[in-house]
C-alpha cells in the first residue's frame, strides 16, 4: 500500500510540479490549496506525512502547524514546510511551529523524496 502525502500549497503550478516529483518517488497525494482546505480534507483522509507552504491566503502554513501540533489527533503527523522564506528566521519559526523539516525553495525531488521517506515510519517486518 501506497503512503499518502498532503500537499498543501496555493501556487497550482507548483503544486503540479511536487505532485509529480512525489508520484515519482511511489507516493499518493491529496491535494489543499490553503491550511482551510487543508483541514477539510484532514476530516475525510488520514496522510502520512504533510508538506506545507508557508505564504498562503486564508491559513498559512505556519498558522495551520500551530493547529496540528495543538490538536491530539494531528499532533504525531510529519509535517514539512516549504518555502522560499529563506532567512534563518523565517526557518527558525517554521521549526517552532511543529514542523518536522523546514526545505527552502527550489527543492530537487531527490531532496523532496528523500526528506519525506525520513519521516515515514519504517516497514514492519512480515510475520
Known amino acids: 500500500m501506497k503512503n499518502l502525502i498532503m ?3 496555493d501556487e497550482p503550478n507548483l503544486r503540479e510540479l511536487l505532485r509529480q ?6 507516493f499518493d497525494v491529496v491535494e489543499a490549496e490553503d491550511g ?11 496522510p502520512d506525512v504533510m508538506i506545507l507552504d508557508v505564504m498562503m491566503p486564508n491559513l498559512d502554513g ?6 496540528l501540533r495543538a490538536d491530539a489527533t494531528f499532533a504525531g503527523l510529519p509535517i514539512i514546510m516549504v518555502s522560499g522564506k ?13 514542523a518536522n523539516q523546514y526545505l527552502c525553495k527550489p527543492i530537487t525531488v531527490e531532496e523532496l523524496l528523500q526528506s519525506v ?9 512480515l510475520s
Open 7 to 9: 500537499l498543501v500549497d
Open 21 to 26: 516529483m512525489l508520484e515519482l518517488g511511489g
Open 36 to 46: 482551510l482546505e487543508a483541514l477539510e480534507k484532514l476530516e475525510k483522509v488520514a
Open 62 to 67: 505556519v498558522s495551520l502547524c500551530k493547529r
Open 86 to 98: 529563506t532567512q534563518h528566521r523565517a526557518v527558525q519559526e517554521g521549526l517552532a511551529a511543529g
Open 117 to 125: 521517506r525520513a519521516l515515514l515510519p519504517a516497514p514492519s517486518p
